[in-house]
Structures are given as C-alpha cells and as structure tokens.
C-alpha cells in the first residue's frame, strides 16, 4: 500500500470516528472510553509481526513485551467495559420485584459487602 | 501450527482485516445508546479476535514459542486484573491498560528501528517518521498513564505537583525529542540507535512531567486524551508496518477519543489546554485548605434520621467517598426506608461524580437504584431550593458554592449541585479534609449545614436503622 492511500484511509477514519461519536448520554463516558481503549490495543498485532523477523534476543524480548502490553490492552480492556456495562442490564430485575427489596431490611452490620 | 496461510497485504488478509474494523465502528457505534452498548463491546471483541487470528495466518509470522508466551501473559494479567478490580478503581484500571497499550507501541517501534539497522539499507522515511512518531506518542502515553494511575491510585499526591520552571523544561524536552527526530530522518541511511534511544526516555520524560503537574480532579480528561494519543500513535504504527486494520482502529480511537476528551473537558467547565497548561490549585488554595479552623456543626445518626424522616423531599448528592466505602448499596437501604414513609428521594449525579463521568451512575446500577431516580445536574439544581434536605454523601468540591460564588477560587466557573439552596444539607463524611481539587469547602461551614462525620457505609446504615425504629 502507498503512503497516498494509507493517508486517504486515515483521514477517512478520523471522520467516521467524529461522526460515530455524537451525543454520547454522560452514563456511557467511562464504558466507551474505556471501549475505544481496548480496541487499540490492536497494536499487539505489530507485536506479532516484529517478533517474526527479530534479528537478536533484545529484538525477540521486546516483541515479547509489546505482545503481553497489548494483550494486556485488548483482554482487560474488553472485559472491564463488560463488567462496567453488565451493571446496567440488571434494572429489568429491579422492576420484578418493586419494594420487594426493601421487605426485610437487614441490620446496619450485615448491609451487603461490596461485590465489585 | 499453521502459518504463512495469507499473504500480507494480499486480498484475503485484506478482507479480514476489512471485516475486522468495520465491526470496530459498529461497535464504536452501539456503545453510545445505554440498551446496544454491552453488545456493542462485544461486536467490538469479535472485531479484536478476526484480526488476531488473520495476523497470526499471516506468512512471515514466527516465533510461536514468543508469540504464545506474550499471548499468555498477556491474557493471564488481562483477565485477573479485570476480575480483581473493584468499580470505584474502574478509572485507574483505564489508565493502566492504555499506559500499557503506549508501551506496546513505543517497543514495537524500537523492535522496527533496530531491525531497520540490522538491515542495512536506507530506512526509507514513509515508514521512518511514523515510527518516529508513534515512538514520541507512545512513550509519553505509556508515562502519563502510569502518573495518571498512580495519582487515582493515591500512590502520589494528587495534588499538582509543579516544579518551578516547569513549561520550560517541557519546552526544551519537546524541542529536543523533535530535534533528534528531525536529525533520525535527515541520516536515514545510517540509523543511530543511541539517539533514537535518547527520544524514548525524552518522551518518558516529557509524558511524566506533562502529567504530574495536573490535580486528580482533571484526570478523568487527561485518562481520555492519552486514549485518543495512543489510537493516534497505533495509526501511525500501522502505517509504518503496511497495516489498514491498525490504521483504521488507531485512528477511530484517535477521533472518537478526541470528541469524547472534549465532551468531558465541556462536563466540566474546563478546556484541555487548560488543563494541560494550568494546575488545577494553586499556592492561595492550598493555604485556605490547611490554614485556620472554621466553626462547623456536626450532628449523630440519629438526629440525621429525624431531619430526613419528616422531610418531604430529599436529595442525595453520592460521591467519590460513597464510592470508596462501597456504600451503595447502604445508601439504597436507607432511601428504602425513607420512601416506605412518604419521603420522595432522588439522587442528583454531577457528570464527573466520582472520578470519571459515569462513574457513579455504574455504582447506583449496582445498588439497584432505579434509573429514573438519577437526575442530572442541570436538571435537579432548580429543585434544590424546593428540597427540604439535600444529604451529602462522601462528595466534596462538586458542591462548593465557591465555584460559582468565588471568582478567586481555583475551581472558579466549575458546575455543582446547589446543595447550598437546599432547606437543609447534610455532609456526610470522614474528616473537614479537603477534597480532590485540594480546597476546602465553604458548604461545610453554612448556617444550614450540619456535618455527619465517619465512613459513608456505616453512617448509612446507622441512619437507615434509626430511620426504622422511629
């Protein structure tokens, strides 16, 4: 690919990213910052290439960092945006039981531990 | 194992690749509406795993022994970090990976310099400079995010932390880093790696010292600008190695990230070179923080009780202290109990409660805290002169009045909640100790404050307790 079309798709890029992200509700802030985050740990892939023709073992050790940082990226950044998320899909439950978890309400020392 | 299966390059890889990152979009996309972004992230992951999977068929692609030890490392931490994390640490643990995510450019770039050299041959400069750049970019991303982490994580002050002289020093380092850049292109025949080594600890330099001058209450917006560097950074990695699935996802976050900075940076009434430019808190604050002692009421979880429980309307203001004591669901217990006697409860949620926008509408969601019941700053400030008591709980400089009252002040022109105009307020909270921005709070000591001091959880549930038994 020439630098030309490898500018061309840039640019195109940068506009479908402003366009992508209009009006984003406050709620969703961290979760999608947190989304994007994960999606450039896709430079591990260039991890993957460099280790291929690395030329010494400083070479193939560096590889090997670049491959962990940004599995690290990818696998933790996908999974703490699900996490974050996950806490938003449980409100059809709390409309099931209304009041109901207000019933029996437990002492100031057994209120729940946190789950997180 | 097989390899070499695509060409790189080739139409096959192409296509995968193609189909990779318009999943990212789609995903991108998904994640902005509440009821599609958990799909979203998934789309987004699928996205990931195509693309993985297509470089590793690539031809030229060895080394299995490398490849599947970093993949295991890499996973293993990914994965226990991000079960292990709490939600209040959700903002730092974003820091984290994108420092790592820097990191994981800058070596790259190092491993392409290096195998430049070994080659002999002219580096020719449309890979040169984007590698050049995504050292630069990468390096001061990896450094910052750290700081950034260390700050959230208390591991340093988070107070500004200026040296005198600073804006030189940075100016020097960047001229510098540019220079040897400049200087790298210029003998591009005959590479010299001790330079190209000396912009890498430049760029660390420069990432540490941008970064450390800025208080904890910016960070959220300086997490989320280096998001957007390293997408840059990655974008122009993926130049350098012939890669459009590197371009196109590198640059998305790049843009993406860049509105999403400027949205945040808007939520809070500051702009991003301000941020960068400016310490959040200077010299007179830090005086009027540690300086006299101010008469302030303080009340038991009783008397709270009583306040709340013949009040019609009240409004809790969570924040980052309700966080920290994992009080939600505590908080809940108690609106519970006051609901089940009349009282109406909402809670108003400034957009950076917490420390990060969002931040604080995750932890309610987890308590169960109704949807609707969390209002929005600018819609709940013109009922607060309506409600009886507003209950604040572990939240601090999101409620000074001196931000709107005080030009002078430090966080001057910041957005609160107006717990102020309420009847009544009431703080709950550990200590007078100042809050994030490192000022104090005028809130603490008006007429119709009354201060309710210890850890949000405990204080909750005593107040829900002797809300019970009246």
């Known amino acids: ?8 798709i840039l640019v195109l890029a940068a506009f479908v990213g402003f366009e992508v992200i209009s009006k984003v509700p406050t709620t969703l802030h961290t979760p999608l910052m947190s989304q994007t985050n994960a999606i450039h740990g896709i430079v591990m892939l260039g991890g993957l290439i460099v280790v291929g023709y690395a030329d010494d073992a400083l070479e193939e050790v560096i590889g090997v960092i670049a491959i962990a940082f940004g599995t690290i990226n990818i696998v933790g950044g996908f999974m703490v945006t699900d996490r974050m998320l996950g806490m938003f899909t449980r409100k059809p439950r709390e409309q099931q039981t209304p009041d109901g978890s207000s019933a029996s309400r437990p002492g100031p020392s057994r209120s729940e531990e946190g789950r997180g | 194992m097989v390899t070499g299966v695509l060409e790189p390059g080739g139409d096959a890889s192409t296509a995968l690749y193609i189909v990779s990152f318009s999943l990212f979009i789609f995903g991108v996309r998904r994640g902005t509406h509440p009821s599609t972004a958990k799909q979203g992230n998934l789309i987004a992951a699928v996205g990931m795993a195509i693309a993985v999977v297509t470089t590793l068929l690539l031809d030229g692609i060895g080394n299995w022994g490398l490849i599947v030890a970093g993949l295991v490392i890499g996973t293993a ?12 640490q959700m903002p730092q643990m974003v820091a984290l990976y994108n420092g790592v995510g820097g990191g994981a450019i800058a070596l790259i770039a190092w491993a392409e310099i290096r195998h430049g050299i070994a080659l002999g041959d002219e580096l020719p400069l449309d890979t040169l400079i984007p590698i050049l750049l995504s050292t630069v970019v990468g390096s001061i991303s990896f450094w910052g995010s750290n700081i950034a982490f260390a700050k959230l994580q208390d591991l340093i002050p988070t107070q500004p932390l200026a040296v005198p002289g600073q804006q030189v020093i940075n100016a020097l380092l960047l001229v510098g880093v540019v220079a040897a850049c400049v200087s790298l292109a210029i003998n591009n025949d005959d590479i010299s790696e001790p330079l190209f080594i000396g912009i890498l600890i430049a760029s660390a330099l420069l990432g540490n010292l941008v970064v450390l001058p800025i208080g904890g209450a910016d960070m959220p917006v300086v997490i989320s600008l280096l998001n957007a560097f390293t997408g840059l950074a990655a974008a122009s990695a993926g130049i350098a190695l012939d890669n459009v699935a590197l ?3 590198g640059t998305l976050v790049g843009s993406s990230g860049t509105i999403l900075t400027l949205e945040m940076a808007t939520a809070m009434n500051r702009s991003v070179p301000n941020i960068l430019f400016a310490g959040f808190g200077g010299a007179p604050a830090a005086a009027a923080g540690g300086g006299e002692e101010r008469p302030h009421t303080s009340i038991g979880a009783q008397d709270a009780a009583i306040k709340l429980a013949y009040a019609d309307s009240v409004v809790i203001v969570p924040g980052y202290g309700l966080a920290v004591a994992q009080a939600q669901h505590a908080v809940k217990e108690l609106a519970d109990e006051l609901e089940k006697r009349g009282v109406s409860v909402n809670y108003a949620i400034h957009p950076v409660a917490g420390r990060m926008p969002g ?14 019941k969390l209002r929005e700053m600018e819609d709940i400030n013109p009922e607060l002169p309506r409600t009886d008591v507003a209950v604040v ?7 000074n009045p001196a931000a709107k009252n005080d030009p002078d002040s430090p966080i001057a022109g910041m957005p609160i909640i107006e717990v102020h105009e309420a009847r009544q307020v009431i703080v709950i909270k550990r200590s007078m100790s100042p809050g994030f921005a490192g000022i104090d709070n005028d809130l603490f000591y008006l007429d119709n404050t009354d201060m309710l001091f210890g850890d949000a959880k405990q204080a909750a549930a005593d107040i829900a307790s002797e809300v019970g038994d009246l």
């Open chain 2, 393 to 399: 709980i572990g939240a601090n400089d999101v409620t």
């Open chain 1, 1 to 8: 690919m020439d630098l030309i079309t490898e500018i061309t």
């Open chain 2, 77 to 88: 931490v990914g994965v226990v970090a991000s079960i292990r994390v709490q939600m209040t």
């Open chain 2, 359 to 372: 931040h604080m509408n995750v932890l309610l969601a987890e308590a169960d805290v109704p949807y609707e």
């Open chain 2, 247 to 249: 371009i196109v996802a």
